[in-house]
T-cell receptor
Framework: AQSVAQPEDQVNVAEGNPLTVKCTYS??????LFWYVQYPNRGLQFLLK??????LVKGSYGFEAEFNKSQTSFHLKKPSALVSDSALYFC???????????????FGKGTKLSVKP | NAGVTQTPKFRILKIGQSMTLQCTQD?????MYWYRQDPGMGLKLIYY???????DKGEVPNGYNVSRSTTEDFPLRLELAAPSQTSVYFC?????????FGPGTRLTVT
């Protein structure tokens, strides 16, 4: 079955420290991988994606993610966390055949990132 | 561009009532989606559309209906509201790989 796992419900980081939010996936074929961020009472905002090419993908607000095919992972990272990064982060994979042949997104459960001053 | 807009922002329904959640996008995207978000459960796909006149079921379609008469609009209909439909509903649209989300509708069924 195709799925996305975010093993941590919450990640706590001190401001200025590096952060990592973990994501692993299981999908048939080559994955299209995404990270979205959700601020309180808002919709999801696109951060970055991996389709093909370099395993290290750079996105909005200084975030980056590393695609690791052997470990089926796509962890989100940032070298220096800001208090304003505190939000809910969702990993997603585009799965061909899910919800039809168009290839809709399967989302993880989300990880709450809390950055303290 | 306003992007994806949703109305209403909040709604309380009694069991058995019906309502329509409105979704409009002004980006001329062919694909549109309806998700529900329950605490700790991520987003689940309810229905999606690949263009005007074409809709299909997602993962959790029971209790909902949709229509897509225009490229811009993708309303979600709840016919007989049930407490299990208490959730936050998000509409999204896409042209390529990235999906653009509306601000959501928080629905409570009591």
């Amino acid at each position: 079955a195709q799925s996305v796992a975010q093993p941590e419900d919450q990640v706590n980081v001190a401001e200025g420290n590096p952060l990592t939010v973990k994501c692993t996936y299981s999908v048939s074929g080559n994955p299209y991988l995404f990270w979205y961020v959700q601020y309180p009472n808002r919709g999801l905002q696109f951060l970055l994606k991996y389709i093909t090419g370099d395993n290290l993908v750079k996105g909005s607000y200084g975030f980056e993610a590393e695609f690791n095919k052997s470990q089926t992972s796509f962890h989100l990272k940032k070298p220096s966390a800001l208090v304003s990064d505190s939000a809910l982060y969702f990993c997603a994979v585009r799965a061909v055949g899910y919800g039809g042949s168009q290839g809709n997104l399967i989302f993880g459960k989300g990880t709450k990132l809390s950055v303290k001053p | 561009n306003a992007g994806v807009t949703q109305t209403p922002k909040f709604r309380i329904l009694k069991i058995g009532q019906s309502m329509t959640l409105q979704c409009t996008q002004d980006m001329n995207h062919n694909y549109m989606y309806w998700y529900r978000q329950d605490p700790g459960m991520g987003l689940k796909l309810i229905y999606y559309s690949v263009g005007a006149g074409i809709t299909d079921k997602g993962e959790v379609p029971n209790g909902y209906n949709v229509s897509r008469s225009t490229t811009e609009d993708f309303p979600l209909r709840l016919e007989l509201a049930a407490p299990s439909q208490t959730s936050v509903y998000f509409c999204a649209s896409s042209l390529g790989n990235e999906q653009y989300f509306g601000p959501g509708t928080r629905l409570t069924v009591t």
